[in-house]
Nanobody, 124 residues
Framework: QVQLVESGGGLVQPGQSLRVSCAAS????????MAWFRQAPGKEREFVAL???????DYANSVKGRFTISRDNAKNMVYLQMNSLKPEDTAVYYC??????????????????WGQGTQITISS
């Protein structure tokens, strides 16, 4: 079955960097758009970044210029490099996979598979 497993979360101070990873298995990875979403307590799950199966990228305005998404199709991995972290970036970060939209979607409901999430806390 399909599994998405995130890793790399933790507690960091404002201004620092962190990279989270997502290992995918059980799917033809190259056929899927891979995305990161996040959910803060009491808030809706929101789009962060995606890397489409066609190689395109998209970022939420709130992270543009600070976060970089990448994927390694040979290793079935997707990464999110986060720089200049802010307290408002605190959330559970989820990896997601979708095959319907080759250029990806910002809508959580469009995604077929989800990881269990990894907590990222930005605090001094």
């Amino acid at each position: 079955q399909v599994q998405l497993v995130e890793s790399g979360g933790g507690l960091v101070q404002p201004g620092q960097s962190l990279r989270v990873s997502c290992a995918a298995s059980g799917l033809r990875f190259g056929d899927y758009t891979m995305a990161w979403f996040r959910q803060a307590p009491g808030k809706e799950r929101e789009f962060v970044a995606l890397k489409g199966s066609r190689g395109n990228t998209d970022y939420a305005n709130s992270v543009k210029g600070r976060f970089t998404i990448s994927r390694d199709n040979a290793k079935n991995m997707v990464y999110l490099q986060m720089n200049s972290l802010k307290p408002e970036d605190t959330a559970v970060y989820y990896c997601a996979a979708d095959r319907t939209y080759p250029y990806g979607s910002r809508v959580p409901g469009d995604y077929d598979y989800w990881g269990q999430g990894t907590q990222i806390t930005i605090s001094s």
